[in-house]
Protein backbone atom coordinates (compact mmCIF):
# COMPACT_ATOMS: atom_id res chain seq x y z
CA UNK A 1 0.00 0.00 0.00
CA UNK A 2 1.11 3.14 -1.00
CA UNK A 3 1.21 6.10 1.43
CA UNK A 4 1.27 10.06 0.26
CA UNK A 5 1.29 13.39 1.78
CA UNK A 6 -0.63 15.18 -0.61
CA UNK A 7 1.60 15.33 -3.25
CA UNK A 8 1.12 14.83 -6.44
CA UNK A 9 3.08 14.92 -9.94
CA UNK A 10 4.69 12.83 -12.47
CA UNK A 11 8.06 11.12 -12.74
CA UNK A 12 9.52 10.78 -15.91
CA UNK A 13 12.82 8.91 -16.44
CA UNK A 14 14.77 9.55 -19.41
CA UNK A 15 16.21 6.84 -21.22
CA UNK A 16 19.91 5.81 -20.12
CA UNK A 17 22.31 5.95 -22.85
CA UNK A 18 25.53 5.52 -20.26
CA UNK A 19 26.49 3.69 -17.18
CA UNK A 20 29.71 4.15 -16.00
CA UNK A 21 30.46 2.11 -12.85
CA UNK A 22 34.11 0.92 -11.03
CA UNK A 23 37.31 1.82 -9.60
CA UNK A 24 37.60 5.50 -11.29
CA UNK A 25 34.56 6.29 -12.48
CA UNK A 26 34.48 9.25 -10.43
CA UNK A 27 37.57 10.26 -12.09
CA UNK A 28 35.83 10.62 -15.64
CA UNK A 29 32.65 13.04 -14.03
CA UNK A 30 34.23 15.98 -15.66
CA UNK A 31 34.26 14.70 -18.83
CA UNK A 32 31.23 13.09 -18.78
CA UNK A 33 29.75 16.84 -18.00
CA UNK A 34 31.67 18.30 -20.86
CA UNK A 35 30.23 15.42 -23.41
CA UNK A 36 26.83 16.25 -22.41
CA UNK A 37 27.66 20.35 -22.33
CA UNK A 38 26.33 20.72 -18.74
CA UNK A 39 28.05 22.81 -16.78
CA UNK A 40 27.19 21.54 -13.12
CA UNK A 41 26.15 18.54 -11.41
CA UNK A 42 23.78 17.91 -8.83
CA UNK A 43 24.30 15.06 -6.84
CA UNK A 44 21.12 13.20 -5.43
CA UNK A 45 21.96 9.75 -2.79
CA UNK A 46 21.22 7.53 0.27
CA UNK A 47 22.21 8.14 3.46
CA UNK A 48 25.09 5.12 3.44
CA UNK A 49 26.62 6.38 0.43
CA UNK A 50 26.46 9.75 1.96
CA UNK A 51 27.64 8.77 5.62
CA UNK A 52 29.58 5.68 5.42
CA UNK A 53 31.61 5.82 2.38
CA UNK A 54 34.31 9.06 0.67
CA UNK A 55 32.70 8.79 -2.73
CA UNK A 56 30.78 12.47 -2.26
CA UNK A 57 34.39 13.50 -0.95
CA UNK A 58 35.72 11.53 -4.16
CA UNK A 59 33.38 13.31 -6.31
CA UNK A 60 33.69 17.17 -4.34
CA UNK A 61 37.58 16.65 -5.00
CA UNK A 62 37.02 16.41 -8.83
CA UNK A 63 34.16 18.66 -10.02
CA UNK A 64 35.03 20.99 -7.38
CA UNK A 65 33.13 24.35 -8.59
CA UNK A 66 31.27 21.99 -10.85
CA UNK A 67 29.29 20.43 -8.04
CA UNK A 68 26.22 22.32 -7.27
CA UNK A 69 25.25 20.75 -4.54
CA UNK A 70 24.65 17.49 -2.56
CA UNK A 71 21.19 15.92 -1.24
CA UNK A 72 20.38 13.44 0.99
CA UNK A 73 19.05 11.70 2.68
CA UNK A 74 15.18 11.41 1.60
CA UNK A 75 12.70 9.04 3.14
CA UNK A 76 11.99 7.36 0.11
CA UNK A 77 12.51 7.40 -3.61
CA UNK A 78 9.39 9.81 -5.11
CA UNK A 79 9.39 11.83 -1.43
CA UNK A 80 13.20 12.48 -2.15
CA UNK A 81 12.85 12.94 -6.00
CA UNK A 82 9.93 15.76 -5.01
CA UNK A 83 12.30 17.48 -2.92
CA UNK A 84 15.13 17.68 -5.01
CA UNK A 85 13.19 19.29 -7.81
CA UNK A 86 12.19 21.93 -5.48
CA UNK A 87 15.50 22.27 -3.75
CA UNK A 88 17.35 23.70 -6.72
CA UNK A 89 14.74 26.72 -7.69
CA UNK A 90 14.41 27.57 -4.04
CA UNK A 91 18.79 28.33 -3.55
CA UNK A 92 18.12 26.06 -0.32
Known amino acids: MAVTDGVSGNLMFP ?3 KV ?3 QGSVSQLAD ?3 R ?3 KRAFVITGTTVAKKT ?3 SRVQEVLGRRLAGIYFPYPSMFQGMMSSVRLP ?3 K
Open 20 to 22: IFG
Open 15 to 17: PQE
Open 32 to 34: ELD
Open 36 to 38: LGK
Open 89 to 91: RDG
Open 54 to 56: DLL
